[in-house]
């Protein structure tokens, strides 16, 4: 008897991290500078950051990498894409932790993730459990399904009033605040803080 082929499906991550949205939102950096930093520069890129986040799996990166370098017109159409997705979700949560609404961009996210595979089963993996999906499909609704859920699971959760745009106006990122007092002002104390401390004492001792 013939051995049976494995499944063809991919498994993604049943609960994407909260806040992969955000860290896929901040792919671009120094965003209040005239020339922002961008982590993505290509297709291939694109494919690793969701391979090292955990937005997809090896395998399924592999194959998509394959694909792009073999389609390569292609592929930059849905980089670009992409792109455009990751500066929605920021737009998003930047203008929605000021209080305004972004009615456009909430129907973008919507028609990308009417378009993302169905969540509709579960299947055990070596750690757990992950959603049973069809192979990914190389657009960028495809490749960043697990990214879009996460916008849509963070933008219904409680914890989106704790999505904060950093104070520092050159850096801009957008981050989780998972402080107890829920009123952190940097992303993080180590860069942005510190900068602003650093500021703050040459001022005063500049004006002493």
Known sequence: ?????????????????????????????????????????????????????????????????????????????????????????????????????????????NRALATTPARATLRRTGAGFAWRVAPLKPTAPGVLAAVLWSAADLLVDPRRSRVHACANDECRWVFLDDSKSGNRRWCAMSSCGNRAKARRHYRRHKHA
């Not at 670009?80 to 305004?100: K, P, Q, S, V």
């Open 1 to 109: 008897m013939s051995r049976p082929s494995p499944d063809p499906d991919v498994a993604l991550p049943a609960k994407a991290r909260a806040d992969l949205c955000l860290d896929y939102a901040n792919t671009r950096s120094w965003r209040g500078r005239a020339a922002a930093h961008d982590e993505l520069g290509d297709f291939a890129r694109l494919i690793d950051w969701c391979v090292s986040s955990g937005a997809i799996d090896a395998a399924s990166g592999h194959t998509l990498a394959a694909w792009g370098l073999e389609h390569r017109a292609r592929a930059t159409i849905v980089f670009r894409e992409a792109l455009e997705l990751r500066e929605t979700i920021y737009r998003l949560f930047d203008r929605d932790a000021e209080g305004r609404r972004q009615d456009d961009d909430l129907a973008r996210l």
